[in-house]
Structure formats: structure tokens, C-alpha cells
């Protein structure tokens, strides 16, 4: 147990739908991350927050968007849902967010757009 | 533009023998690198990891080795272990346009350890 949440585990929606992630970090951990694996993709960057801010911006479509809350949870909103957006959605996280720290995954929101 | 490249989706191997899992970048600046492993419905777990200044990094079963001028990374694992069975992820950090610093991941390789 990697001691980050995520929910729901998993997620049937209709395109054009909008959904909702959650995630709540490590206890400790400032920052956040998110991450998109499609199927035979690697791990895609999304967003990274660290302490509600954001503070690095990867491959997010204008329809995805992100926030971290004073109690350091994050949210992952997803827009005009696409079939192409069916994915696995990991939350990260990590002490002080520098790529050279270890992050800790969640096990993942399955999403599926019918 | 795939940046970290796991050119191996499967690799199967016999309990106690070697298993090498290659990974090969294409962005000069990077300059850390990370194994991580998956099991099913579970999210990546951090293995280990080597920085630029290195050559080769051990822990316990496991070691990596960076070769920069060939931008290739090999994690070994001796012995092989049934446990050992899962999706392994390489990553590598760097810096992208924006000046902010990512972590890369390649596709995976999915090992299979043989009984």
C-alpha cells in the first residue's frame, strides 16, 4: 500500500460526459501528480501541484483540468468526454515534487467512455 | 515523440535465471533514471534508480546500469524470481520546454517469470 488514494477504482461514462477523480496523497507529501496510460502506452504526463499550486503542465487536453486543495487532495476533471479518453488515470505523490524524489502511486481510476 | 523508448513489450524467463530489461532515451539532458514495477491492479512501485554521474547502481537482486553515450539503460534482476512477474516502467527526468522538470516514462515491459 503506497499510502495514496484514488477514487473511484472505476469509471463507466458516455461521451460528452464530464467525470470526476480523486486523489489524496501520502500523508506528508506536497505534491501531486497525474498521469494518463492508454492502452500500450507508457505513463503520460499530465499536471504536477505542489502545495495548490500547479507547478509543471505535461500533455493535458484544454478539455482535462486539475486542481490541489488546501488539505492537499487533488482533483482531475475530465470534459466532453472522447472514446479516446478511456484510460487508466494514476495520481502520484511526492515529499517536495523535484523529479528526483520517488513518487508514490496510486492503484488508479479505470475509465471507460461508451 | 516517445522520448523513453522499451522496445521489449514481453520478456520471459526461467525462475533463477537472469532477466535484463532494456530501455533506451533519445533527450541528452536527462540526467536521472527510475525502474518502476507494476502488478495488475495495483499502481507502479519504485524499484530503483541510478543518477547521470553513475554508472551502475545495485540493490539487493537488482541492479541498473546507464551507458550515456549509447543513451541506454538495462535493469538486471539475479535471480529471477516468480514474484518477480509484472509490468517493469522505465522513467527518465529532464527538463522540458516549459523549464519545468518531467519525469518520462517508457511503454513497459512485461515480465514473466517461469516456474
Not at chain 1, 37 to 59: M, P, T, V
Not at chain 2, 95 to 111: E, K, P, V, Y
Request: charged letters at 15%; aromatic letters at 12%.
Amino acid at each position: 500500500d503506497s499510502g495514496v488514494t484514488q477514487t473511484p477504482k472505476h469509471l463507466i461514462t458516455a461521451t460528452g460526459q464530464r467525470v470526476t477523480l480523486r486523489c489524496s496523497p501520502r500523508s506528508g507529501d506536497l505534491s501531486v501528480y497525474w498521469y494518463q496510460q492508454s492502452l500500450d502506452q507508457g505513463l503520460q504526463f499530465l499536471i504536477q501541484y505542489y502545495n495548490g499550486e500547479e507547478r509543471a503542465k505535461g500533455n493535458i487536453l484544454e478539455r482535462f483540468s486539475a486542481q490541489q486543495f488546501p488539505d492537499l487532495h487533488s482533483e482531475l476533471n475530465l470534459s466532453s468526454l472522447e472514446l479516446g479518453d478511456s484510460a487508466l488515470y494514476f495520481c502520484a505523490s511526492s515529499a517536495r515534487g523535484t523529479a528526483y524524489e520517488t513518487q508514490y502511486f496510486g492503484p488508479g481510476t479505470r475509465l471507460l467512455v461508451l | 515523440d516517445q522520448q523513453v523508448k522499451q522496445n521489449s513489450p514481453s520478456l520471459s524467463v526461467q525462475e533463477g535465471r537472469i532477466s535484463i530489461l532494456n530501455c533506451d532515451y533519445t533527450n541528452s539532458m536527462f540526467d536521472y533514471f527510475l525502474w518502476y514495477k507494476k502488478y495488475p491492479a495495483e499502481g507502479p512501485t519504485f524499484l530503483i534508480s541510478i543518477s547521470s554521474i553513475k554508472d551502475k547502481n545495485e540493490d539487493g537482486r537488482f541492479t541498473v546500469f546507464l551507458n550515456k553515450s549509447a543513451k541506454h539503460l538495462s535493469l538486471h534482476i539475479v535471480p529471477s524470481q516468480p514474484g518477480d512477474s509484472a509490468v517493469y516502467f522505465c522513467a527518465a527526468s529532464g527538463w522540458d520546454q516549459t523549464g519545468a522538470n518531467n519525469l518520462f516514462f517508457g511503454t513497459g515491459t512485461r515480465l514473466t517469470v517461469i516456474p
